[in-house]
């Protein structure tokens, strides 16, 4: 079947109009991406220098980028002659479906605006939840990145953190530290005490207030067990606790003073007659 003339000119004006629509598409799409990199970067730098929380911070870019390139997307379908009532049908069509299949990452998202809402912890913080204890790197829509003491990075879906317990341990400025110590029931009570009250009093670290405290915890099944609790800065709370460890330790060796071990006595009798 041959084509006339006027239907040549029909199909090439058709053609030429779909190649302009894709030419001026694909410009606004290339502009439009460079467009939203340079907004990115004007929120982000605006956002350090009005020193914004660094937790909002990893929160709220991503969620602006991806909205940005929503808009784009929806722009150039407009370009390109699809009916906007047509996209939002489709879009609410496809997102019962697509809500569905991501139920987890939806749960995520509203995890991480309850965290964000919430700040039970921002970033620098340290944590211990979900099974694992470090610093908060970043928050993030659907994740959070934790870096543990030996330098792992543990990456936990909001969900989880938004509902289970957790532990923040960098919300208050001072922690108690609490250690306990045994010895012989024969030692002597005011010997012991004394020598735990010298060596906490003479550790630069450790806070005179709250006022230390030692005290017998209880008697353990092999000896008199002491509770030592004092309070230091929460950025000291290690140091402090390997410092005290060590120090009882030569102090007890030096006073004499044994830390008992455990131990059975086992007596034997001998009820056979000759």
């Known amino acids: 079947m041959s084509l006339n003339g006027s239907e040549l000119q029909g199909i090439y004006a058709i053609v030429l109009a779909s190649g302009w629509k894709l030419l001026w598409s694909l410009i606004v799409f290339v502009v439009g991406k460079r467009l939203i990199q340079y907004l990115i970067n004007v929120i982000s730098t605006s956002m350090n220098r009005h020193h914004f929380d660094e937790s909002l911070h990893t929160f709220l870019i991503p969620a602006i980028r991806l909205s940005m390139y929503v808009i784009l997307a929806i722009v150039i379908a407009s370009m390109l002659g699809v009916e906007m009532a047509s996209v939002i049908a489709l879009l609410a069509s496809a997102g019962l479906a697509v809500g ?29 939840a979900a099974g694992y204890s470090g610093t908060i790197e970043q928050i993030q829509i659907f994740h959070t990145y934790l870096r543990t003491p030996d330098n792992r990075r543990v990456i936990i879906p909001n969900a989880q953190l938004s509902n289970s317990s957790a532990i923040n341990y960098s919300t208050n400025p001072t922690r108690r530290l609490s250690l306990t110590f045994t010895t012989r029931y024969s030692d002597d009570i005011d010997q012991v005490k004394e020598l735990l009250t010298r060596v906490v009093q003479s550790h630069p670290l450790v806070l005179a207030d709250p006022k230390p405290q030692i005290v017998i915890g209880e008697h353990g099944e092999h000896g008199l067990v002491y509770f030592v609790r004092v309070w230091v800065d929460r950025t000291n709370y290690w140091q402090v606790n390997f410092d005290l460890l060590e120090k009882v330790k030569i102090e007890f060796d030096q006073a004499g003073i044994e830390i008992p071990f455990h131990q059975m006595d086992v007596h034997v009798k001998n009820d056979s007659t000759m």
Not at 104 to 119: D, F, P, Q, T, Y
């Open 100 to 128: 569905l299949a991501l139920q987890g990452s939806l749960a995520n998202l509203a995890g991480g605006v309850l965290i964000m809402a919430l700040r039970p912890f921002k970033v620098g913080d340290f944590v211990e």
